[in-house]
């Protein structure tokens, strides 16, 4: 029987079939372009192969394709009857995804992976600060998923992508000494890979050396595909560490180039956070209003994501209603919020409908407002989402509050408890 390159059983008789799956699970795992041509090809090649069928799902979710993923499921539910155990429970794993709540998608994550500890496209879509893990709304989130993966390390030996994977889990959560020596052994495996270099972008943000981020993304970029799921992204990160350098231009040259609407070729929950995110951090570091950016930013985050659902996401939309004065579409967004998380159904709970309204009394220029908002919201960002490098947008929002309220003491005292490594606080005043 025919195996991929975690040595799993197959359930096609067609070389072709498989050799297309394992190159398409490769640039999934690589963050590559071309991930649903591969997967294309092996459904052309054999449209019996369950699997692949599965992992074309798994992709159109990704770009919010979410009609396209249902019928791409249906079609690989539909041929079970002729698939191995471990496919039909990857299988129902990613219909429970499509369907359950988060909590209920992880125990079936950990479940499948109990058995099919290998199965790398079901590890996937929690191994990074924006899966599953990271989508629970969890107090204790980064750990648990370093813990997972700690308990998965014996099985994958030295893989390339577990490895960078494992590395990304344990600086989140602070274990920076025990990541590094994984991300320089993973990316001596695998230079081209786009999810390690992400990984060793943020070992470098974690350990506070922008420079040193500059220079190696500068260099990595140039071979790295417009096509590529990270390849605006990447050029958040770059821009971050000019803007930790205190180059403004360069950062605002960036994001024009490469991770505006116009400039990102990612998901649409990449473009979204990684633009509002990136003109906010401009704003807070001193830059003025750019309106038309702002104004394409609302437009496309309430066309994109027009009610609430998914903490992180909306948290942006909320940025973006807040400069653009939707004070109507706001409100309304915040009682959905509200509402979904009395109701249990939103995992942060009430943390993000905190975050909006400090993040909105900020906007309106209430600093006294949003500092009290805000600060007790530091010992629960890990509930917004994200990595570290992205929550950090609440701390310095209530960094830029308390240098415009003049309240010097508050501002020594949150300074004070910021967690070791990360240097070059982007926000004016701010010294």
Known sequence: ML???????????????RDAYVRGLDRLLMLHDGVLDAFD??????PGFALA????????????DAPGARAALDQAEALLPGATA???????????????????????????????????????TT??????HGSSGERGQKARLAALMTTLAPHYGDDWWFGSSYAMA????????????????????QPASGWIAHSQAHLFYEDGEPGAARAFLAEWLKTYPRGGILHGHLHWHQA????????LAEAARLYRAAFSLAGHSGLPRQKLQDAVSFL???ELAGAPRDYAAWREMHDFAVSHFPRAGASFPDLHVVLAQSVAGDGEGLEARIRQMEELARAGRYPSGSVIPAASRGFTAFARGDFDAAIEALEPLLAESERIGGSRAQTDLVEFTLLRACVAAGRVEDLRRVLGVRRPGPGGIPVAGVH
Do not use: C
């Not at 195996?3 to 079939?17: E, F, H, K, Q």
């Not at 090809?41 to 054999?46: E, I, S």
């Not at 274990?175 to 495996?189: E, M, T, V």
């Open 280 to 282: 906010w951090r401009m």
């Open 53 to 64: 069928h599965a992992a074309r799902a798994q992709v159109l979710l990704m770009f919010a």
């Open 127 to 132: 191994a990074n600060p924006n899966g599953l």
């Open 41 to 46: 090809a092996a459904v052309a090649a054999d």
């Open 3 to 17: 195996t991929d390159r975690y040595d799993l059983p197959v359930s096609t008789a067609s070389s072709a079939a």
């Open 86 to 124: 471990r496919e039909a429970s990857q299988v129902r794993f990613f219909r429970t995804m499509m369907t359950e709540p988060v909590a209920t998608t992880i125990a079936a994550l950990e479940a499948h992976l109990s058995q099919w500890p290998r199965d790398a496209i079901v590890l996937n």
């Open 240 to 247: 971050l560490s000019a803007l930790a350098e205190g180059d």
């Open 170 to 189: 344990l600086n989140e959560d602070g274990q920076r000494d025990a990541a590094r020596p994984l991300i320089a052994r993973s990316y001596a495996q």
